[in-house]
Nanobody, 127 residues
Framework: QVQLVESGGGLVQAGGSLRLSCAAS????????VGWFRQAPGKEREIVTA????????YYAESVKGRFTISRDNAKNTVYLQMNSLIPEDTAVYYC????????????????????WGQGTQVTVSS
């Protein structure tokens, strides 16, 4: 079992920055791939970024490349999402998700691949 708690969301003006945290408890975090997803009102949940258990491989959606950075500190069982140059289109509830994996280099981009989810944190970007 893995429990995930997101934090760091809030209201920010366009061009600003936020850092989201996803704190994991339970299973050793280094054995889990982690993804950040977001869901805006009336839209499907979409992948934002993902990171392998080792932290050595990452994926970014085209819409956030160059603006968002995912990282992890396995000693603290925490994954971070640094979001810079935020735009109103980034407004959504952001969820982190974890999936245990045997391969430390694996990550997943499909929501269905993840067994464990946090409760979500709201990010609102004003224009």
């Amino acid at each position: 079992q893995v429990q995930l708690v997101e934090s760091g969301g809030g209201l920010v003006q366009a061009g600003g920055s936020l850092r989201l945290s996803c704190a994991a408890s339970g299973r050793t975090s280094s054995s889990c791939a982690v993804g950040w997803f977001r869901q805006a009102p009336g839209k499907e949940r979409e992948i934002v970024t993902a990171i392998s258990g080792s932290g050595g491989r990452t994926y970014y959606a085209e819409s956030v490349k160059g603006r968002f950075t995912i990282s992890r500190d396995n000693a603290k069982n925490t994954v971070y999402l640094q979001m810079n140059s935020l735009i109103p289109e980034d407004t959504a509830v952001y969820y982190c998700a974890a999936q245990p994996t045997l391969r430390a280099t694996a990550y997943y981009t499909a929501a269905l691949a993840y067994a464990y989810w946090g409760q979500g944190t709201q990010v609102t970007v004003s224009s």
